[in-house]
C-alpha cells in the first residue's frame, strides 16, 4: 500500500489549491499585493513538493537528472517568491530591492542549474537501492556527488533564512505578534529540516524527503492567518455596511423631515409657498386638463391681533383660518400659508374657459369669505376676521405657477385699495398697473437725483382775492410715462423708502423759491410735509439744513402735514411741531376732517391752521352748505387758527366758505397751480398792488 508518495502528491495539490484560493480571494482586498504574493508563493511550493514526489517516485527513476534539475529549479523558484511575499507580510517599506537581490542571485542559480552539464547541486545523479517502508511501500533514493556551485545555493537559502527570521523579529517588535507567530514556527521547521538534511548529507544512508515539509507548514500556516485576516476584513466590511446602511436610512429621514419642513408651514401646518408653487407647476401641465383659480386671502387686521393678544393667540388665529379654508376647500383644492397671514386656495373647477372657471370659483371664493367672517372664538376673546381676496383663473397649459400668484396679488392689491371685501377678480389692467408701479418705484431715485421732480405753485388768496399764499406742488416728469401725479408716486416713495431724499429735495427747491421771492406778510409758501419725514430723527436738522443753505425766511413757510401724521408718536410729534413754531414756521393740518383723530389733536398739537378737504368743498353751495364744514370753520376760529379752503372750483362755493367765516381760498377759481416762474410775476405784481385779484392760469388739469 502506498502512503508517503500519495501524501506528497496531496501537499502539492493543498498548495495548488490554496495558491489559486490566494490568488482569487485577495483580489479586492486592501493589500491585493500581498495575498497575491502569497497565491504565487504557493503555486512555487507546489511545484517544488511534486517535484520532491517525482523524486521519490521509483518509476520515475528513469529520467532522474531531469527531475532533479526541475527540483532544484522549483526551489530556486520557491525564494525570490517568499522575499516577495515575506516582504509585504513583514510590511518591509523598501521590499522591493530586496525582492530584485534575491532574483538576481536566485535567477542566476536557475541559469547554472538548467544549463550546466548536470544539476546545481549533484554532478552525477545516481538511484540507490529503493528504501521499503514499514508498510511495503518503496521510495526512490537518490545519490551523487556534490556539484561545484551547490555551496553558493547553501549560501544562498542560509542567508534567504536569516533575513526570514529578522523579518519575523520584526514583526514581533511592530507588535504585530499574530502575523509574526506562523512565519517563526515556519523558520523553526525549517531549521530542523534543513539540520536533518545536512545529517544525511554526512552520513549518507536511505532516508525520506522531508526537505518539502516546512515550506507545507509555510504554506499552511499563513493559509489559515491569511484566512484569518480576511475574515477580519470581511467583519470589519460588514460592520461598515450596516453601519453605512443605518447612516443610509437615518439620512433618508432626515431627507424626508428636511422636505417636509421645506413644504410645510410650521405654524399652521399647511402647506407653503414652495409646496404651492409646486402643486400649481403640476396642475397646470396635468393630464387630463385642468382649470381653476387661485385665491390670495389677505386677513386684515392681525397685526393688531397679534400686538394686542399676543402672538400665540396670533398663532391660533392662523391656525383657526388655515382649518376652515381647508374645510371649506376638500380634497380637490389646496390650502397653502403663503407668508404672515397670508393664505392660498387652489380650486378646481370643471369649467374649460377661464371665464367660467371664474364664474365658478367666484362663489367659492365668496363662501370662504363668509367662512372667515364668522367669529373665532379664541380662549376668552371673540375674534372675527374681514378678509381681502384676489382672484386668477388658470388654464391648463397658460402661464406659470409664479405669474398666477402675481395675477392674484395684483388682484389683492387693488381689493385692499378699493376697501372691496369680496374676492376681486384680477383683469389684465391691474398687471399694468403693478407694473407700472415697480416701474416708478425702480425710477424714483434716478428721478430725484436726476432732476426730473420739480414744485408747481397753486396760490392762495383771501376774501379780497389778494394772493396771500401759495402751495408747492410736486411734479415728477417721467421720462416714459411722462407727467406722473403726486398721488401716484408720493404713496411709492413712502413704501419704498424714498421718502427721505424726496422730501429733502422737496424742501429744498421750496426754500430756494421762497429765498427768489421778494415776499411780505402775510404771504406764505405751504409745503406738503408727508407723516414719514415729520418721524425722522433728522426731521429739523433736514429743516435747518435747508433754511440755511437757501436762505429762506422760515416765517413764510407753512408745512402741511396729514391727520394720519399726528397719530402716530404723539410726544415726538409735539416736540417737532414745537420746534418748528420757535423757527417761525407755521404748521397747517392737511385734508382735515378726512382722517381719525380731527377734533382730538387740535386740543392736543401746536397748530396754526386747518386746511379743509376738497371733498367737503366738492358738494356744497351756497343754497345747502355743509354743516359739517361749518362746523370745522367754526371749530377753527373758535381756537384762533386760520382757516383754509382747498379745492374750490366755482364762485359759489368761495361765498359760502366765505360767509361761513372760512379766511384763505385755493382752487381751480383762481389759480390752477402755476410753475415757479409765473407765481414770481404774480407775486411781484402784487407786490407792487398792481394785481390785486388772481386769474385762472395754465397748469393742465392732471
Ligand atoms: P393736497 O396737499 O391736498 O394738495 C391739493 C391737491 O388738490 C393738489 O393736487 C391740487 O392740484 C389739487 N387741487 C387744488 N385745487 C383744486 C380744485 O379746485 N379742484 C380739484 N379737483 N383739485 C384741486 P396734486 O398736486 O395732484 O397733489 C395731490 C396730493 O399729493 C397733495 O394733496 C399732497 O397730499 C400730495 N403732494 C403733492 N406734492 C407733495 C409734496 O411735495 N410732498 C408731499 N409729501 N406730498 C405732496
Ligand atoms: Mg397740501
Ligand atoms: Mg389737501
Given amino acids: 500500500m502506498d502512503i508517503w508518495i500519495p501524501l506528497l502528491w496531496l501537499a502539492t495539490g493543498i498548495c495548488l489549491f490554496a495558491g489559486i484560493h490566494f490568488l482569487q480571494a485577495g483580489r479586492a482586498q486592501v493589500n491585493a499585493q500581498m495575498f497575491r504574493a502569497f497565491g504565487v508563493t504557493s503555486l512555487a511550493v507546489a511545484a517544488y513538493i511534486g517535484a520532491g514526489a517525482l523524486m521519490q517516485t521509483p518509476a520515475a527513476t528513469a529520467s532522474a537528472e531531469w527531475i532533479e534539475r526541475l527540483h532544484v529549479s522549483a526551489a530556486c523558484l520557491v525564494w525570490p517568491i517568499a522575499f516577495w511575499f515575506i516582504s509585504l507580510y513583514s510590511r518591509l517599506r523598501a521590499w522591493r530591492g530586496w525582492v530584485i537581490a534575491s532574483a538576481v542571485v536566485f535567477g542566476s542559480l536557475l541559469i547554472i542549474n538548467n544549463t550546466g552539464t548536470h544539476s546545481l547541486l549533484m554532478a552525477n545523479v545516481e538511484f540507490m537501492e529503493p528504501m521499503v517502508l514499514p508498510w511495503g511501500e518503496r521510495v526512490a533514493q537518490v545519490t551523487g556527488t556534490s556539484a561545484p556551485w551547490a555551496p553558493a545555493f547553501y549560501l544562498a537559502t542560509l542567508v534567504a533564512f536569516c533575513w526570514g527570521f529578522w523579518r519575523c523579529v520584526a514583526l514581533w517588535r511592530m507588535g504585530e505578534r499574530r502575523r509574526a507567530r506562523p512565519l517563526a514556527i515556519y523558520l523553526v521547521l525549517q531549521l530542523i529540516a534543513s539540520g536533518y538534511s545536512e545529517y544525511y548529507t554526512v552520513h549518507p544512508q536511505p532516508t525520506l524527503g522531508w526537505d518539502a515539509l516546512p515550506f507545507l507548514a509555510l504554506v499552511l500556516l499563513l493559509s489559515r492567518a491569511l484566512s484569518l485576516e480576511l475574515r477580519s476584513y470581511a467583519a470589519a466590511l460588514d460592520t461598515s455596511n450596516t453601519a453605512l446602511r443605518e447612516e443610509i436610512g437615518l439620512r433618508s429621514q432626515a431627507d424626508a423631515e428636511l422636505r417636509l419642513m421645506a413644504y410645510t408651514d410650521t405654524v399652521s401646518g399647511l402647506p407653503n409657498r414652495h409646496a404651492l408653487a409646486d402643486w400649481l407647476a403640476a396642475t ?43 374645510h371649506a376647500v ?19 373647477t370643471q369649467a374649460s374657459a377661464p371665464d367660467a372657471a371664474l364664474a365658478q370659483a367666484t362663489p367659492i371664493a365668496e363662501t370662504l369669505r363668509k367662512k372667515l367672517a364668522e367669529p373665532f372664538q379664541i380662549g376668552a376673546n371673540t375674534l372675527s376676521v374681514a378678509t381681502h ?23 389683492l392689491h387693488e381689493a385692499r385699495k378699493t376697501l372691496h371685501h369680496g374676492p376681486l377678480v384680477f383683469v389684465q389692467s391691474m398687471q399694468t398697473q403693478a407694473e407700472r408701479r415697480l416701474r416708478l418705484e425702480f425710477d424714483l431715485r434716478a428721478g430725484i437725483e436726476n432732476g426730473q421732480m420739480h414744485l408747481v405753485y397753486q396760490p392762495q388768496v383771501n376774501h379780497d382775492g389778494k394772493l396771500v399764499g401759495a402751495e408747492a406742488l410736486l411734479r415728477w416728469n417721467h421720462p416714459i410715462y411722462g407727467a406722473v401725479a403726486p398721488q ?18 422737496v424742501l429744498h427747491m421750496a426754500c430756494s423759491m421762497l ?13 406738503n410735509i408727508s407723516p414719514w419725514q415729520l418721524f425722522l430723527a433728522d426731521f429739523m436738522e433736514t429743516v435747518h439744513t435747508a433754511i440755511r443753505e437757501t436762505g429762506a425766511d422760515p416765517r413764510r413757510l407753512t408745512f402741511e402735514i396729514t391727520e394720519t401724521a399726528f397719530i402716530h408718536d404723539i410726544p415726538d410729534a409735539v416736540a417737532k411741531l414745537r420746534a418748528l413754531a420757535e423757527l417761525g414756521i407755521r404748521v397747517s393740518i392737511d385734508d382735515f376732517g378726512t382722517g381719525y383723530a380731527s377734533i382730538a389733536l387740535l386740543k392736543t398739537f401746536p397748530v396754526d391752521e386747518l386746511k379743509i378737504d376738497q371733498t367737503f368743498v366738492r358738494d356744497m353751495t351756497i343754497e345747502s352748505p355743509d354743516r359739517f364744514v361749518t362746523a370745522m370753520i367754526a371749530l377753527g376760529n373758535a381756537m384762533g387758527l ?61
Avoid at 401716484?488 to 429735495?505: K, Q, T, V, Y
Avoid at 429765498?515 to 409745503?527: C, E, I, M
Avoid at 367765516?661 to 407792487?688: K, N
Fill in 330 to 348: 376638500g380634497k380637490d383644492g389646496l390650502v397653502a400659508r403663503l407668508s404672515g397671514d397670508e393664505f392660498a386656495v387652489a380650486v378646481l
Fill in 642 to 702: 386760520q382757516v383754509v379752503a382747498e379745492g374750490v372750483e366755482r364762485e359759489d362755493q368761495r361765498a359760502a366758505l366765505a360767509q361761513m367765516g372760512c379766511h384763505v381760498f385755493q382752487g381751480y377759481l383762481f389759480s390752477r397751480p402755476i410753475p415757479a416762474a409765473t407765481l414770481a410775476e404774480r407775486v411781484a405784481a402784487a407786490e407792487a398792488g398792481r394785481a390785486p385779484n388772481i386769474t385762472l392760469a395754465a397748469e393742465p388739469r392732471p
Fill in 515 to 527: 429765498a427768489g421771492l421778494r415776499v411780505h406778510d402775510p404771504f406764505r409758501l405751504s409745503v
Fill in 389 to 411: 381676496m384676489g382672484l386668477a383663473a388658470f388654464q391648463h397649459a397658460h402661464g406659470d405657477g409664479d405669474e398666477l400668484l402675481r395675477q392674484a396679488y395684483a388682484a
Fill in 488 to 505: 401716484e408716486f408720493i404713496g411709492i416713495a413712502e413704501d419704498s423708502g424714498h421718502m427721505p431724499a424726496l422730501g429733502r429735495h
Fill in 284 to 326: 397646470l401641465t396635468a393630464k387630463p386638463p385642468r382649470q381653476g383659480a387661485l385665491v390670495v386671502v389677505d386677513p386684515q387686521r392681525f397685526a393688531i391681533i397679534n400686538h394686542a393678544l399676543g402672538h400665540r393667540t396670533g398663532d391660533l388665529v392662523i391656525r383657526e383660518i388655515g382649518k376652515r379654508l381647508s
